[in-house]
Structures are given as structure tokens and as C-alpha cells.
């Protein structure tokens, strides 16, 4: 149990387009989705927090705009990255929450995002 | 904030033998998580182990157990027999207990190599 899936797993858009990232729980209810980026070699920060229902929490100096968060549910949450540039290009990992009494957060296998 | 270090770019170590990955942590919280996490070559992020504060007993799942120094800020894994399928980039990570700061905070992490 607590898989946790990503769709895609890698994608290749043109400057200026935008890229959707699906996460879904596949097996639990997840309150709480995390999205994190990692750079090649580098490790994993994070970008927002997602709660089912109400607006994401964004961590210092990642832009909102830049990066649309939506929890319609307690299974699916999406990263949305706007307007992408070559710079957006990275490895997005989201994690889901299973609640009480485990609190453990499970990762997806991650996304690959190449902006040409 | 949180701070993570992990001041081991890369480990090597023969098979069979046992290796021991450094992590500090740097926090006003008195009462938190702390975690290993295993990244292999398919960057799917593994839970290794988990260490809870305010438990004293250092955590120990199967060959992999940690050495939990709170005083200190100090959270080491140690691991037994090491194998080949040891081999991957390791995390040291810190999370809030509570007050919905769930998202991980994530060290630079440690390249393991496995010496046949």
C-alpha cells in the first residue's frame, strides 16, 4: 500500500507553453501533498504545500504565479507551471501525507521537465 | 528555519563492510522527526528510517540503524553488510512535528559507492 503515481514522468515543452504535473495517491486519502524540485545533483527542496480544499502554502521565493497548485481532491493534486523557460527545467517530486496514526509521507517517482 | 548538513559529498565502501553517513541538523524545535531517505539511480526517494525526538532509543530497521544525538544535533546512519543495492544518493531530512510545517527540509545528501 501508498503508492503514490505521477503523471508524466517526463515531459519536453517549447519556451513559454504551460506544463501540467498530476499527483495522485493511489491507495490512501491524502490530505496533504507536498511538491518539491531537484536540480541535477542537488538535493530535493520544497516548493509548496497542498492541502485538499484550500490554497496552497508556497515556500519563500517560489513564484505563485509561476506555479499553479490545485488539491481538487484527497487523491489528485497538480503543479501547473506557467509560461515555462529553459530555467523551470528540473526534476519535480511530489510526496502525499497519509494521516494518523502514520503521518508518513510517501514520494512519486518524480517528473522530468525539459523546457527547450 | 531548519537547517540540514550533510558535509560528505560522496562515500565509498567495500562490500560486506559497514559505513557510517554524518548528518547535523540545526533547530529551535524541541520535539520533531528525522529521516534517512535512500535515492537511487531511478530517483524514486525510499524511506530508510525514521527517528522520532523525544524517543531516546536510537532507530534500527534490519542493517540500517541510526545514531541519535539530540544534545548534539547530530542524526548518523549507520550501515551493516553494506551490498551492492546500497548504492544510491542518501538524505539526511528534518521534519516539524505539528503545527502543519509537514514539508521536509532536506540535506545536500551523500553519493554511496559500493566497492565489489
Redesign the interface.
Known amino acids: 500500500g501508498a503508492v503514490v503515481s505521477q503523471h508524466p514522468s517526463w515531459v519536453i515543452c517549447k519556451s513559454g507553453t504551460s506544463v501540467k504535473i498530476e499527483c495522485r495517491s493511489l491507495d490512501f486519502q491524502a490530505t496533504t501533498m507536498f511538491w518539491y524540485r531537484q536540480f541535477p545533483k542537488q538535493s530535493l527542496m520544497l516548493m509548496a504545500t497542498s492541502n485538499e480544499g484550500s490554497k496552497a502554502t508556497y515556500e519563500q521565493g517560489v513564484e505563485k504565479d509561476k506555479f499553479l497548485i490545485n488539491h481538487a481532491s484527497l487523491t489528485l493534486s497538480t503543479l501547473t507551471v506557467t509560461s515555462a523557460h529553459p530555467e523551470d527545467s528540473s526534476f519535480y517530486i511530489c510526496s502525499a501525507k497519509r494521516g494518523a496514526p502514520y503521518n508518513e509521507q510517501f514520494f512519486g517517482p518524480g517528473t522530468r521537465l525539459t523546457v527547450l | 528555519a531548519q537547517t540540514v548538513t550533510q558535509s560528505q559529498p560522496e562515500m565509498s565502501v567495500q562490500e560486506a563492510e559497514t559505513v557510517t553517513l554524518s548528518c547535523t541538523y540545526d533547530t529551535s524545535e524541541s520535539d520533531y522527526y528525522l529521516f534517512w531517505y535512500k535515492q537511487p539511480p ?4 525510499i ?1 530508510v528510517i525514521r527517528q522520532e525526538a523525544y524517543k531516546q532509543q536510537n532507530a534500527t530497521e534490519n542493517r540500517f540503524s541510526v545514531n541519535f544525538q539530540k544534545a548534539a544535533k547530530s542524526f548518523s546512519l549507520k550501515i551493516s553488510d553494506s551490498q551492492l543495492g546500497d548504492a544510491a544518493m542518501y ?1 539526511c531530512a528534518y ?1 516539524s512535528r505539528g503545527g ?1 510545517a ?8 551523500t553519493h554511496l559507492i559500493i566497492q565489489p
Open positions: 531511478s530517483r524514486q526517494m524511506l538524505f521534519r502543519g509537514d514539508g521536509l527540509t532536506f540535506g545536500k545528501g
